[in-house]
């Protein structure tokens, strides 16, 4: 599959957050990047079991319906002490209403449940491009680290301001939008994407 500048690439996302952080990462190659909901489709349940098979599910939808090739992103938390959780589960931990402060309380109050003082995690993010009739195409990157309570700063989104990648002392919350774009989940994802030379030069 080859991106070539001006076309229609679909982000398979309704997360404005993260539809704007894939925009940023894809400005350099001057495609024509629209969000699955600024396009008003359905977003497809979630029913896989891996970070990849949903990507792949998302991807092949939004392909499906717009006939434009379409980039999906399915990412998440994976903290150790909760053998992994949320994991694939992180967006339905905020609830139907997405709130990630309720999910980030849940988060800290399972750990305490836990009764352990272990704060490694990792955030985890497979990319996943469609096409229709072509081969879905998977790429995924993970940065590990460790959480802090209570959350610290306003940037990001999702589980951002409790977490710490490692080498850091700010959480992705408190980084400069710029700094966390280029070494996040997604960015890794997105370095994976880039080298498979899918976008024509």
């Known amino acids: 599959m080859k991106l070539r500048a001006g076309e229609t690439l679909v982000v398979a996302?309704?997360?404005?957050?993260?539809?704007?952080?894939?925009?940023?990462?894809?400005?350099?190659?001057?495609?024509?990047?629209v969000?699955?909901?600024?396009?008003?489709?359905?977003?497809?349940?979630?029913?896989?079991?891996?970070?990849?098979?949903?990507?792949?599910?998302?991807?092949?939808?939004?392909a499906h319906a717009t006939g434009h090739p379409a980039l999906a992103d399915?990412?998440?938390?994976?903290?150790?002490?909760?053998?992994?959780?949320?994991?694939?589960?992180?967006?339905?931990?905020?609830?139907s209403d997405k709130d990630f402060a309720l999910a980030m309380k849940r988060v800290e109050a399972e750990l305490d449940a836990a009764g352990t003082w272990d704060r490694s995690a990792k955030f985890v993010c497979a990319l996943a491009l469609a096409a229709p009739h072509e081969k879905i195409e998977i790429f995924e990157g993970e940065v590990p680290g460790r959480?802090?309570?209570?959350?610290?700063?306003?940037?990001?989104?999702?589980?951002?301001?409790?977490?710490?990648?490692?080498?850091?002392s700010q959480t992705f919350g408190e980084l400069e939008p710029s700094?966390?774009?280029?070494?996040?989940h997604r960015a890794r994802a997105f370095e994976k994407l880039v080298r498979s030379a899918v976008f024509a030069p």
């Open 179 to 184: 700094l966390k774009h280029a070494m996040s």
């Open 74 to 95: 399915d990412s998440g938390l994976m903290v150790n002490a909760l053998g992994g959780a949320p994991g694939i589960y992180s967006a339905r931990w905020a609830g």
């Open 147 to 168: 959480l802090v309570f209570p959350p610290r700063g306003a940037h990001g989104f999702g589980y951002d301001p409790i977490f710490v990648a490692d080498g850091m």
């Open 35 to 62: 969000g699955a909901n600024e396009l008003e489709l359905e977003e497809p349940e979630e029913s896989e079991i891996t970070f990849a098979g949903n990507a792949a599910l998302k991807a092949r939808a939004a």
């Open 13 to 33: 996302s309704h997360n404005a957050g993260k539809v704007g952080e894939i925009r940023e990462l894809l400005a350099p190659f001057h495609l024509h990047v």
